[in-house]
C-alpha cells in the first residue's frame, strides 16, 4: 500500500503563486504517469497537469504557461508550481500517480487525500 500526501495548499491573492508537493510513503518500482487533478464542489474532478513519463506534458488549457508540474520518478515525487493565480483556480488539489510499486505486481493509480488552495483577494 502506498499513501500519497499533498502539500503547499493555502491561502493567496489573485497573481500570486503556489508550489503544492506530493510525496509519498514508499517509493514506486516504475511510473508511467504524475498528474495534478483539481475538483471543486458540484463539478467533476479535472485534470490539469500530467507528466508522462513516456510522452509529452499536457496541461488543461486554462492553467497553460501558468503551472508547472515537475516530478522526479526515482524519489516518486511530483510538483506542481502555479503562478499568476486566479480566482477560478480555487479547488481541492489531487496528485495522482499511475505505476508499479513492485517489479511483479501489476500496474495501479493512486491518489492523495488533497490539499486545498484558495485564491482570494
Known amino acids: 500500500q502506498v499513501e500519497l500526501v499533498e502539500s503547499g495548499g493555502g491561502l493567496v491573492q489573485p497573481g500570486g503563486s503556489l508550489r503544492l508537493s506530493c510525496t509519498t510513503s514508499?517509493?514506486?518500482?516504475?511510473?508511467?504517469?504524475m498528474a495534478w487533478y483539481r475538483e471543486v464542489p458540484d463539478k467533476q474532478r479535472e485534470l490539469v497537469a500530467i507528466w508522462d513519463t513516456l510522452g509529452p506534458t499536457n496541461y488543461t488549457e486554462s492553467v497553460k504557461g501558468r503551472f508547472t508540474i515537475s516530478g522526479e520518478m526515482f524519489a516518486s515525487t511530483v510538483d506542481l508550481q502555479m503562478n499568476d493565480l486566479k480566482p477560478e483556480d480555487t479547488a481541492v488539489y489531487y496528485c495522482?500517480?499511475?505505476?508499479?510499486?513492485?517489479?511483479?505486481?501489476?500496474?495501479?493509480?493512486?491518489w492523495g487525500k488533497g490539499t486545498l488552495v484558495a485564491v482570494s483577494s
Open positions: 495522482n500517480i499511475d505505476g508499479w510499486i513492485t517489479e511483479d505486481g501489476g500496474r495501479r493509480n493512486y
Open positions: 514508499r517509493g514506486f518500482f516504475s511510473v508511467a504517469t
